[in-house]
């Protein structure tokens, strides 16, 4: 039991560096589609006021629609105070994605909402499981979170609080 204990520990930590890693990297330059169907290329995901959350979604994974939503009744009260763009990223399948518009209409989601069916935006971003969130400020990684525990939005808005007083000096 003691060596599976450690195993998993380990595989913890491995786990946690490798995603250290991936911070200090540009977004990768990747073509997704809006809800309406154009094609837009990730370059675009700019926002004006620094900093952007990228978040990884699909519409069967429940703890991806349930941490979305929770930042949701959160976003207006974080955009008034740090200005931060939230961008919520499908990953659902060709089949499934005429549903999202609908699926986050009906759930009042009031951030941008993009469709990754062929998955190149989550492989370029070496997303392996979903919910995956990230925090950009000035279209580099400075933080990433896989996973999703109630709560977890209270960390990242407090990172978002101390990145934009950063951008404000």
């Known amino acids: 039991m003691k060596k599976i204990t450690l195993l998993i520990i380990t595989?913890?930590?491995?786990?946690?560096?490798?995603?250290?890693?991936e911070t200090g990297r540009k977004?990768?330059?990747v073509e997704i589609k809006d809800l309406a169907g154009?094609?837009?290329?990730?370059?675009?995901?700019?926002n004006d006021n620094g900093?952007?959350?990228?978040?990884?979604?699909?519409?069967?994974c429940k703890p991806c629609v349930l941490e979305l939503?929770?930042?949701?009744?959160?976003?207006?009260?974080w955009q008034a105070e740090t200005g931060v763009k939230i961008i919520a990223i499908s990953v659902d399948d060709t089949r499934s994605t005429s549903k999202v518009a609908g699926f986050a209409n009906g759930r009042g989601w009031k951030f941008d909402?993009?469709?990754d069916a062929n998955s190149d935006f989550k492989r370029a971003m070496n997303v392996n499981n979903i919910p995956h969130t990230f925090l950009?400020?000035?279209g580099e990684i400075i933080w990433q979170h896989n996973s999703y525990a109630q709560g977890d939005e209270d960390e990242l808005y407090e990172l978002i609080k101390k990145e934009t007083a950063l951008l404000k000096k």
């Open 27 to 29: 977004v990768p330059s």
């Open 38 to 46: 154009r094609t837009i290329n990730t370059n675009t995901l700019k």
């Open 69 to 77: 939503d929770n930042i949701n009744e959160l976003y207006e009260s």
């Open 136 to 138: 950009i400020k000035n």
């Open 51 to 60: 900093l952007i959350i990228i978040d990884f979604f699909a519409l069967w």
């Open 11 to 21: 595989l913890f930590v491995f786990y946690n560096a490798l995603q250290a890693q």
């Open 113 to 115: 909402i993009y469709l």
